[in-house]
């Protein structure tokens, strides 16, 4: 079992800047690979970016492509999303997800609100 939890949510304008964490509990943290996902109003969950266990593979979505950046620190069990020049569009509910090896993510944190004002 692994639990997640997402912060780093908030209001900011079109432009600027925000960091996502999410802080892991559970399995050996360095054998999971991590996600993040969001859900905008009356859309269904999508990908955003992924990373695996050593970084060293990490696609993104192409609506995010240049602007986010997933990291880990296995150290400290947590995986950040830095999302910089933030559009409305970007407005959602961004969710951590976990999942062991190359099988599905099936870990999931509660979300945490992210809102981008123009």
């Known amino acids: 079992q692994v639990q997640l939890a997402e912060s780093g949510g908030g209001l900011v304008l079109g432009g600027g800047s925000l960091r996502l964490s999410c802080a892991a509990s559970g399995r050996t943290f360095s054998s999971i690979r991590m996600g993040w996902f969001r859900q905008a109003p009356g859309k269904e969950r999508a990908f955003v970016a992924s990373i695996n266990w050593s970084g060293s593979i990490t696609p993104y979505a192409d609506s995010v492509k240049g602007r986010f950046t997933i990291s880990r620190d296995n150290a400290k069990r947590t995986v950040y999303l830095q999302m910089n020049s933030l559009k409305p569009e970007d407005t959602a509910v961004y969710y951590c997800?976990?999942?062991?090896?190359?099988?599905?993510?099936?870990?999931w944190g509660q979300g945490t609100q992210v809102t981008v004002s123009s």
């Open positions: 997800a976990a999942a062991e090896g190359g099988g599905p993510f099936k870990y």
